[in-house]
């Protein structure tokens, strides 16, 4: 039996981690139904973390706290045993924004430290903190604030959210912060190498993406400098510099000046939390992607970190993408046997994004007729008039990949030696089709000449060709399905185990909690039907 791994991070604004392998899977499953396709959430310590941490057997606890701008949200860590899973995306990240409005001064990391503090209340000793996709820039004093650090200005007030308050700091107190992390281990996910402040810090560098003006980050750029200054007089180190310092609006130098964290990338921690080196054990072939293949993603993205890991298994890797700009050099160079991309097969952006789910259904019944060998046969032949020679299962695979039920089953002449899985496949691959083609095969033909043809999702609308057929073959039109509708096609043979449309878990929005999300991954859904998704322009 072929097994196949599917590990990939989200389609940003577009499809869940989840979402993403529940639709490969089912594409796979179209044309290869014996296959073992398993699916495995991943993310690179950003937004995604918590729900693939939940996938691979977490519990999901919910916490209310402080969003971005003050307000209360809810959002969860993953638990197992003693060790929590934060991400500072789903509580302090842009989007939790109310109204997706930017608060380039003002915006706290104060709630990704509560929940931080409610995990350390209810016993977790290691702390596994995800700071992607942050609000923020206020080098992470919201952070130490919430576990207990005092921050005043010169009249001995609190100096309040954001990293603008930075600049009125006069007295920091961080010992309620050492008390309470006394014997609690954090490790950081970070995957970028900025400095506190300067030309290549916090501010300048990632302050635009959150709204900031030239004069508002010099501003920022200033305060933390400020920030920096009082938290070396209170450590008796200054980190500043420290590669990562920078990483989050500053939580990076706030994590390891204060806290005594330990800086990781984000996909290498991701991989260890869901087991991928006991998972990748074993199997035939691993599926990753996110939705955009570039550059970028050889340094420390999800997909080259599972390129990475397979490798040294020695399973081949493909990759699935919303587009694609990496030669085929670089792609090889980097582990990949290959890439598929939505974009390949539809250039409209748009739809892209408002049909990723059938699009990835058409790449992964690509995979599956490139990648995943077919199964030999194993039920009972049929009966009905067959040549001298001709494999046992050649009519029975025509018709078990979707149980027809409309009208009685052909009973089609084959002649000697042709492949067993042909006509399955066929089926299987072409449900999708306004009308299954009744192809024929002559001795000898390759296995899958014909699955190849519809799994590339090429017979999508209209009548598909009839093909050549050898006399006395039944077709299909002698028993109506020339008339069924495409629906009831696509659910005549639609393959064993191929998942069909039962719901799926919607997009992560800034009203819905990673752990509904987290449930939903539970659940393992296979596709939505819920027409388009969040487009925000961009599929990373």
Not at 9 to 25: E, P, W
Not at 184 to 205: F, K, Q, S, W, Y
Not at 404 to 420: D, E, F, I, K, L
């Amino acid at each position: 039996m072929t097994r196949v791994l599917i590990a990939s991070d989200k389609f940003k604004g577009s499809l869940t981690a989840a979402q993403v392998g529940a639709a490969v899977r089912a594409g796979i499953h179209r044309v290869r139904p014996g296959a073992e396709v398993s699916v495995v959430p991943i993310a690179d310590g950003g937004d995604g973390t918590v729900a693939a941490a939940s996938a691979a057997g977490f519990e999901a606890v919910l916490v209310t706290a402080s969003g971005p701008t003050g307000e209360p949200v809810c959002t969860a860590y993953a638990r197992r045993d003693d060790i929590a899973v934060v991400e500072l995306a789903d509580v302090s990240g842009l989007v939790r924004l109310p109204g997706g409005k930017f608060a380039p001064m003002t915006a706290t990391s104060r709630g990704t430290g509560e929940v931080i503090a409610a995990a350390i209340d209810a016993g977790c000793r290691r702390v596994v903190l995800g700071i992607g996709g942050s609000a923020g820039t206020d080098g992470g004093a919201g952070l130490l604030a919430a576990l207990g650090a005092r921050l005043l200005d010169i009249g001995g007030n609190e100096i309040g959210y954001g990293g603008a308050a930075l600049a009125r700091l006069h007295t920091i107190d961080l010992e309620p912060v050492r008390e309470r992390l006394a014997g609690v281990e954090i490790t950081v996910a970070c995957d970028v190498d900025n400095p506190l402040t300067g030309p290549r810090g916090a501010a300048a560098v990632y302050g635009p993406q959150k709204g900031a003006d030239g004069d508002q980050v010099t501003e920022l750029d200033s305060a933390l400098n400020h920030w920096a200054d009082c938290v070396a007089a209170a450590t008796g180190t200054d980190l500043r510099d420290r590669a990562g310092a920078g990483a989050a609006g500053g939580v990076g130098f706030a994590a390891v000046a204060v806290l005594g964290a330990r800086l990781r990338p984000g996909i290498e921690l991701v991989l260890e939390l869901v087991g991928f080196t006991d998972r990748v054990a074993g199997a035939d072939l691993v599926v990753t992607g996110e939705g955009m293949l570039d550059e970028q993603t050889l340094y420390g993205k999800a997909p080259a970190g599972v390129a990475t890991a397979a490798g040294f298994s020695g399973v081949p890797v493909v990759a699935v993408c919303g587009r694609n700009t990496l030669p085929a050099k670089r792609l090889h160079e980097a582990g990949f046997s290959a890439a598929y991309a939505l974009a390949d097969i539809e250039p409209d952006i748009a739809r892209c994004f408002a049909e990723g789910e059938q699009l990835l259904e058409q790449l992964g019944m690509r995979i599956a007729v490139e990648h995943v060998s077919p199964q030999p046969p194993t039920a009972p032949p049929t009966t009905g008039h067959q040549s001298p020679g001709a494999a046992p299962d050649d009519v029975s695979a025509r018709h078990a990949a979707g149980s027809a039920t409309a009208g009685r089953p052909s009973t089609g002449h084959q002649v000697p030696g042709a492949a067993v899985d042909h006509v399955s496949a066929d089926h299987a691959a072409g449900s999708m089709a306004g009308r299954p083609s009744a192809g024929r095969q002559s001795p000898g033909a390759a296995m899958d000449q014909l699955s190849a043809g519809h799994a590339a999702g090429s017979a999508m609308a209209g009548r598909p060709s009839a093909g050549y057929q050898m006399p006395g073959a039944a077709t299909d039109q002698e028993h109506g399905a020339g008339t069924a509708t495409t629906e009831l096609l696509s659910a005549r043979y639609q393959s064993p185990g191929a998942a069909m449309d039962q719901g799926s878990a919607g997009p992560a929005t800034p009203e819905r909690s990673v752990a509904g999300l987290a449930d939903d991954i539970v659940a393992a859904p296979s596709r939505s039907g819920g027409g388009a998704r969040t487009f925000d322009g961009r599929f990373r």
